[in-house]
């Protein structure tokens, strides 16, 4: 074999161990909530349920729902594990001068929780799935 040859082969072989070190993503959350078509379901019917609770309907009284529906998705989906990239703003800017408290978040979690009941998503699912959105409450509410 010629010089070069052994060079591809060796250039070769070290992308692949490179690909070898790298350990495989865990997608199970995302997985378990059904994938993209499943957390547009969740996404969804959370909205429903936002969109008739008095503690929090306000918020969303004047928003394009249909792009918050949308960056919501890749944003659970990405969270989740899932094969997405969240294109939206940064949370601390969509959620700029709402003043949101923690009884804000927790009852869009609450109407979140009850999305997932009605999707059959198994209660372990569910809480490995709000262990990844409650790191992210800083962000989001006014300290
Ligand atoms: C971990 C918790 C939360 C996450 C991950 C989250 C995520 C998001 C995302 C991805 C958007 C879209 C941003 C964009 O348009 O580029 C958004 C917008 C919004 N969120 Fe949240 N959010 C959270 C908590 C909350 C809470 C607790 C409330 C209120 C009770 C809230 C109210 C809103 C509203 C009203 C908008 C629309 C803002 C606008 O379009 O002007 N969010 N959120």
């Not at 547009?40 to 429903?48: A, D, F, S, W």
């Not at 869009?108 to 059959?120: A, C, K, R, T, Y």
């Amino acid at each position: 074999m010629g010089r070069s040859l052994w060079l591809i082969l060796a250039f070769s072989l070290s992308l692949l161990a490179g690909c070898a070190q790298q350990p495989p993503k865990d997608d199970s959350i995302y997985q378990d909530l059904g994938q993209r078509a499943g957390i547009q379901r969740i996404v969804e019917g959370m909205l429903l349920r936002v969109a008739k609770d008095d503690r929090i309907y306000k918020y969303f009284a004047k928003v394009d729902i249909v792009r918050v529906r949308d960056k919501l998705v890749e944003k659970f989906c990405a969270d989740a594990g899932g094969p997405c990239t969240y294109t939206g703003d940064s949370l601390a800017e969509a959620h700029k001068g709402m003043h949101l408290s923690r009884s804000d978040f927790n009852a869009l979690v609450e109407n979140l929780i009850d999305s997932m009941n009605e999707q059959h998503i198994p209660v372990t699912t569910q809480n490995r799935f709000i262990a990844r959105l409650a790191p992210q409450r800083g962000e989001v509410i006014e300290k």
